[in-house]
């Protein structure tokens, strides 16, 4: 099965210099936990979730009216390629120790989000191992 | 499979008046996403998430210096028995569509914590039909 088969199509961005309170503004009124960052050129630059809102930005006392989430995204984005095979997905969450990708196509734009909750509906095997690798609850 | 066979046990806990501050660097400390809120009896009042911190706190504008766990909590927790069956937790993830539950002893104490990767740790099909279940991205 193909990443394509079953990754997230709808995916939401953010730009680099939107505000931490945008983006959480963002997150919660689309009920996702992940958002990429792209610049105005379409450039994949990082990647933000909720937690890192809450228990790095909070917690170090970033102010989320001003803090821009280019200070606080994860600039270490890890990738796959729509036309891949499931089964490489679950390998790269497992080695990394994650629970997202971000899927790519072959012009290097980003064309979906493959979470383990997707991965669960193409292989509980899959799923459940990238379970066990990922780091605590998160 | 019991439930406490492959529970969280060491359970970091915080009070009802702490700030959402301390939760989220308690949280980013101890690499957990979750905190039960216990009063100065023991008793068991709600569940505060990363989650929460980041669509409740930042995405309101709120400060997370001054505002109260209480004030943002999960108070509807859903709770099992440590000598259940692991399928009955499943079950019950499934219905509720959560990815979490609270583990007490007959006695009604808080013994434990059971997360969807731990449940991956006593079956992927079970952890994989919960994440199917559960609302996206959360």
Redesign the interface.
């Known amino acids: 099965m193909k990443i394509q088969d079953i990754m997230?199509t709808k995916v939401e961005s953010i730009l680099p210099t939107a505000t931490?309170?945008r983006a959480?503004?963002k997150?919660?009124q689309l009920?996702?936990?992940?958002l990429p960052i792209i610049s105005g050129e379409g450039t994949l630059l990082g990647i933000i979730t909720?937690?890192d809102?809450?228990?790095?930005?909070?917690?170090m006392?970033h102010e989320?009216?001003s803090t821009e989430v280019q200070k606080v995204m994860t600039k270490e984005v890890f990738t796959c390629f729509e036309d891949q095979d499931i089964s490489d997905a679950a390998s790269l969450m497992e080695d990394k120790h994650i629970r997202r990708l971000t899927v790519l196509n072959h012009d290097n734009s980003v064309v979906g989000l493959l979470?383990?909750?997707d991965l669960?509906?193409g292989?509980?095997?899959l799923?459940?191992?990238v379970?066990?690798a990922?780091?605590?609850?998160? | 499979m019991k439930i406490q066979e492959i529970m969280s046990q060491k359970v970091e806990t915080i009070s009802p008046d702490a700030t959402t501050k301390d939760a989220a660097r308690i949280m980013h400390d101890l690499h957990i996403g979750s905190l039960p809120v216990i009063n100065a009896d023991g008793q068991l009042l709600g569940i505060i998430t990363d989650r929460d911190i980041c669509c409740k706190v930042v995405a309101t504008g709120r400060d997370a210096g001054w505002t109260k766990v209480h004030e943002v909590m999960h108070k509807d927790i859903t709770t099992c028995f440590d000598d259940q069956e692991i399928d009955a937790a499943a079950e019950l993830m499934t219905s509720q569509h959560i990815r979490r539950l609270a583990v007490l002893d007959r006695n009604n104490s808080m013994s434990g914590f059971l997360s969807v990767d731990d449940l991956a740790r006593g079956s992927h099909e079970l952890a994989s039909n919960v994440l199917k279940a559960s609302t996206p991205a959360h």
């Not at chain 1, 009920?31 to 992940?34: E, H, K, L, N, Y």
């Not at chain 1, 809450?54 to 917690?59: E, H, I």
């Not at chain 1, 990922?134 to 998160?138: C, D, E, L, S």
């Open positions: 997230s931490l309170r959480a503004q997150m919660d009920d996702i936990g992940a909720d937690r809102i809450s228990c790095f930005a909070v917690a006392g989320p009216n979470s383990v909750d669960a509906h292989s509980h095997d799923a459940g191992a379970l066990e990922a780091t605590p609850i998160h």
